[in-house]
């Protein structure tokens, strides 16, 4: 007896008494468990993750005409000093190694400073600063190649968070809440609107590391939550294989692999018609686009059609590691219809030796971030195209030492593309970096704008799951309108 027989005469025997005596008990538990199962709500649409079939999203129509098609992510992880980057505070300067204003500080959270109120110093930027462009944006010393695309972004330096811990601050700004256990907002966006690549992941993270403290990064940043794990991103290798297993193993060709899939698939299905278990249809999907990868994987690693010219502009061969080597792969990925791409580098927790270890961070991540820019224009893709630029948190205007602690009352963000006002600078902190005084922007505000560039509002983009309507902004958000070209 092959194993789909034996399989189905199993079924015919198990599922008699769920379909009898138990079958009520059965829908109970799955109410229990997917509770959208049961839910009435049209709107919501929480039972349609099931269906094993390509996933289009829920948010149909769009909300409002959509400006971009995809979002590239650069997380500058352990949070990169606003006042050595974008944020010139020439009051920072006059009053460096003075004691920091009790005004600014009394009352407020200051991380590892807490306990030294009365010893603080105030830190003047360890970077000169110079305007840039056009426009004549004020960039620091230590991004030149950022320097050259000034023209191109909206640099946000009235970013504020609520968190000042890095672990719960990636939280927030992964997922609108510092609670984990939320989708992050690729996963949301999965959910809302599909994916464009069909044999590849719709949702990517890489991840690279130098010049400073490197702060783990959880898996749980990118994970789904309570929304079905197909909506979960992947996590690409930067060096070697990309994917564990991606290849068969000796003696396994196409052909035996495809028959090996088509027979789990067989299994799975069964499953999915007797439990309507939405994870069983998640495997089933995740099946087919695994399959799919070890075709399209090592055609997306394999740059060496990539014009040398192109390579020089990144400062990559490929494959090495390296940010820049991602910022090569995320144009890739971009152009194969992946979604939301997050690439974090791990190095700007700079508690001790800022101006000798930004250095180094900044230039590990500069060449690639302004070739990726850039390729984008050549290529025309930066018009539908998000780019955001940022860390969880700041940098104090307080010496620690000879570095900065966490920040979380005023920081630099910056976004490009997608009918973004390139060439201007929206909000600002006090004289001194401390905290964001005008046209303040919380990380939910972030969200709010990006969902908004995907034609969504995100108040509309929700999912019930015990007993209450959930969604990417929690129960804050709005709109940063001021910053898009009229």
């Known amino acids: 007896m092959n194993p789909i027989e034996e399989r189905q005469r199993s079924e015919l025997r198990r599922s008699f008494l769920g379909r009898t005596a138990s079958g009520i008990g059965a829908v109970a538990l799955n109410a229990l468990m997917n509770p959208a199962l049961l839910a009435g709500d049209s709107k ?22 959509p400006r971009v098609k995809r979002v590239i992510h650069l997380s500058m992880a352990g949070g990169a000093s606003h006042l050595e980057t974008f944020d010139h505070k020439p009051k920072l300067a006059e009053l460096d190694g003075q004691p920091m204003p009790k005004s600014f500080t009394d009352g407020e959270q200051i991380a590892q400073l807490q306990g030294q109120r009365d010893k603080l110093k105030v830190m003047g930027p360890q970077f000169a600063f110079s305007k840039q462009g056009k426009s004549g944006i004020e960039v620091s010393s230590a991004l030149p190649h950022m320097s050259k695309i000034v023209d191109d972004i909206c640099v946000i330096n009235s970013m504020h968070t609520d968190q000042i811990n890095h672990d719960p601050a990636h939280t927030l700004m992964n997922t609108g809440t510092s609670i984990p256990g939320r989708p992050s907002m690729g ?10 690549a069909d044999n590849l992941p719709g949702y990517v993270v890489m991840t690279s590391v130098g010049g400073g403290q490197s702060q783990p990064i959880a898996s749980r940043q990118w994970h789904s939550g309570f929304l079905p794990s197909r909506f979960q991103g992947v996590e690409f290798r930067s060096k070697g294989d990309p994917v564990l297993y991606v290849g068969n193993p000796k003696g396994i060709d196409k052909k035996r692999q495809r028959d090996v899939i088509d027979a789990v698939q067989q299994l799975n299905r069964i499953g999915d018609q007797t439990f309507h278990d939405p994870e069983i249809a998640t495997r089933i999907a995740q099946y087919e686009l695994a399959f799919k990868m070890q075709t399209s994987v090592p055609e997306l690693m394999d740059v060496s059609n990539e014009p040398q010219h192109v390579l020089d502009m990144y400062g990559t061969e490929g494959g090495d590691g390296s940010f820049a080597s991602n910022c090569l792969l995320a144009r890739r990925l971009a152009e194969r219809g992946v979604r939301f791409i997050q690439l974090y580098h791990r190095g700007w927790d700079h508690h001790g030796g800022i101006k000798s270890g930004l250095a180094v961070t900044a230039k590990l991540v500069d060449q690639g971030t302004a070739a990726l820019m850039q390729d984008l224009r050549r290529r025309g893709m930066l018009e539908d195209t998000l780019v955001i630029w940022g860390g969880e948190f700041g940098r104090t205007p307080m010496a620690q030492g000879s570095g900065r602690d966490h920040h979380i009352r005023g920081f630099s963000t910056w976004m490009a593309g997608g009918g973004i006002q390139g060439g201007k600078v929206y909000g600002a902190t006090d004289e001194l970096g401390y905290a964001a005084v005008e046209n303040p922007v919380h990380v939910n505000d972030l969200h709010a ?5 995907f034609g969504i509002d995100h108040q509309r983009l929700t999912y019930r799951f015990q007993g209450r309507d959930f969604r990417l902004t929690d129960v804050a958000g709005k709109v940063v309108h001021p910053i898009f070209r009229a």
């Open 449 to 453: 704008t990006l969902l908004y560039m």
């Open 44 to 65: 919501s649409n929480a039972s349609a993750p099931g269906d094993a079939a390509a996933w289009t999203g829920v948010v149909k129509p769009l909300h409002f005409p």
């Open 187 to 196: 996963s949301w966006l999965q959910y809302g609107l599909g994916s464009e």
